[in-house]
């Protein structure tokens, strides 16, 4: 398996601009997670999916992140409009539902600059 | 509020074993203790987890204590490649909530020649 994949790996844009992360879980697992992490808060969770259906977006910081899951096989996580402070590299994970190894698995995240 | 601490840096010879604390006086009886670290540039990867016995996998060993109020997670033979921010975190296992992890600042295992 490829494991979790994401993309861009790097993404630099203007204060302002929309960004769109994109995110494809291992195949067959459940549940799927965006995570962002800065040096000042350390890793935080956004928000995670059961079965394509958002279940907690309580750490979604504000209006301007939103976060998609239309099928199994792909998600995205949007800022619009983009600020500095969105900074941080933010990463996708996911794991199985029926069976429980305590493992998520992480992709290699996606680094954001805004300038 | 943490609900774990770590030491911020650890140093360890290759080849010997690194013993990584970890504090988490407030764990709940439902959770469990969690390590991943992650190695620059990269995603956290999973170590090994516990509720309250000791663990063994492959890559590592989790003792608890039996208070359950401080782990040491245990590389038996660190390498070069071991070098990494270790992160103890504490979380529900399995059902929906798991997976809200939250990872403070770690530490920092240095593994010198």
């Known amino acids: 398996d490829a494991g979790v994949i994401q993309s861009p790996r790097h993404e630099v844009t203007e204060m302002g601009q929309e960004v769109t992360l994109r995110c494809k879980p291992i195949?067959?697992?459940?549940?799927l997670f965006w995570y962002r992490q800065t040096m000042m808060r350390g890793l935080e969770l956004l928000i995670y999916?059961?079965?394509?259906?958002?279940?907690?977006d309580s750490g979604m910081p504000e209006d301007r992140f939103s976060a998609k899951m239309p099928n199994a096989s792909f998600s995205t996580l949007k800022i619009q409009p983009s600020e500095p402070r969105d900074s941080a590299v933010y990463f996708c994970a996911s794991r199985p539902g029926t069976e429980n190894t305590g493992e998520l698995f992480f992709g290699e995240g996606s680094r954001l600059t805004v300038l | 509020d943490a609900k774990t601490t770590q030491p911020p840096s650890m140093d360890c010879a290759e080849g010997r074993a690194a013993n990584l604390p970890c504090n988490h006086s407030t764990i709940s009886g439902n959770e469990y203790v969690y390590w991943y670290r992650q190695i620059h540039s990269q995603g956290p990867q999973y170590i090994i987890h516990g509720l309250k016995n000791n663990e063994t996998n492959e890559m590592a060993s989790l003792i608890i204590t039996e208070d359950r109020k401080s782990s040491t997670m245990i590389l038996p033979h660190a390498t070069l490649r071991d070098t990494a921010v270790y992160y103890c975190?504490?979380?529900?296992?399995?059902?929906?909530?798991?997976?809200?992890?939250?990872f403070g600042q770690g530490t920092i295992l240095t593994v010198h020649p």
């Open positions: 975190t504490v979380a529900n296992a399995g059902g929906t909530s798991y997976g809200k992890l939250t």
């Open positions: 195949s067959g697992h459940d549940y």
């Open positions: 999916f059961n079965n394509n259906v958002p279940i907690d």
